[in-house]
Nanobody, 124 residues
Framework: VQLQASGGGLVQAGGSLRLSCAASGGTFSDLALGWVRQAAGKEREGLACISSSDGSADYADSVEGRFTISRDNAKNTVYLQLNSLKPEDTAVYYC??????????????????WGQGTQLTVSS
């Protein structure tokens, strides 16, 4: 499956943004999907995951209550709504397939494939 994230940009602290990820080449509705970010000099961090079965979602503690993941199976697209943004949210954001249950949202080994990311910069 090929994944292409978009929607990043420059946002002020406290602002909001929605990221989108278009998928192709696979059976989208069968995939658990999520969002992962990588800040400069840091490891990739799993943020949010949405299941293929019932659309339930799990989040990393760092974004719980601020970020919301959703999916539109008809459009083969997964979204990440980011609210109350902080400068520490600055990173490249990737969408990814998840190989395990979404309760393993932050487990690096759970990440499957990911495509080109989109840069988000949050200014203070």
């Amino acid at each position: 499956v090929q994944l292409q994230a978009s929607g990043g940009g420059l946002v002020q602290a406290g602002g909001s943004l929605r990221l989108s990820c278009a998928a192709s080449g696979g059976t989208f509705s069968d995939l658990a999907l999520g969002w992962v970010r990588q800040a400069a000099g840091k490891e990739r961090e799993g943020l949010a995951c949405i299941s293929s079965s019932d659309g339930s979602a799990d989040y990393a503690d760092s974004v719980e209550g601020r970020f919301t993941i959703s999916r539109d199976n008809a459009k083969n697209t997964v979204y990440l709504q980011l609210n109350s943004l902080k400068p520490e949210d600055t990173a490249v954001y990737y969408c990814a397939t998840y190989l395990l249950s979404c309760r393993f949202v932050t487990t690096t080994q759970a990440f499957g494939s990911w495509g080109q990311g989109t840069q988000l910069t949050v200014s203070s």
